[in-house]
């Protein structure tokens, strides 16, 4: 099996932190790893939002995200359980995931207000 | 002549904001533009760190700054000026382009006092 790689925290970039989080889906996914305390389950992010996320898909955005230091992955049994670098990175980069992570409720604060839900023909 | 076409403000969505600047070169070149208090000149940034960035890259980094919502360009005579939207940004994302350029200047500093320069052979 394919060992699960994790970059050290001094190799994590800035770069690196925004391209895994400017896709809607990986922002999603890593909004919920960083809001819920203890580990999570792949399993639990095949809906996102009111998407499917194809099993395949979601282990490539699972990848990204492990890939910019955003996630830490462990295989138990035969689930992945995901739990955020939050912490660590505050130590590094202090206030920037906070300020993203504020700014994506803003925004989802405002669509959710603003825009009636349509359904497209 | 294409015109420029600039976001509403309403329209800037975080996820553009963070792809745009996941890219070094276009973050070097927004750092720039937002640190400098006046309009800057495309051709300011032929050279951008220690690379010499071609003309038509320039272009499309400024294109995708733009479509982003994070400078403003606008032709004077055979220049294109731009200055940054750091200001509107701040009135809908308060904190988030302030903490990405801390993250950022943060990592030059750790890269230029942990790193001797090396040349590739």
Partial sequence: MKPLVHPALDDIT???I???LSDPTRV???SRIADSGCSTNCASYLTVGEKAVPKSTLSQHFKVLRDAGLVRSERVGVEMQNRSRCAEIETRFPGLLA???AALKAQ???RASARPRKKRS
Same sequence: chains 1, 2.
């Fill in 14 to 16: 800035v770069e690196g």
């Fill in 18 to 20: 925004l391209h895994a």
């Fill in 99 to 101: 300020a993203i992570i």
């Fill in 108 to 110: 989802a604060g405002e």
């Fill in 28 to 30: 999603e996914i890593f």
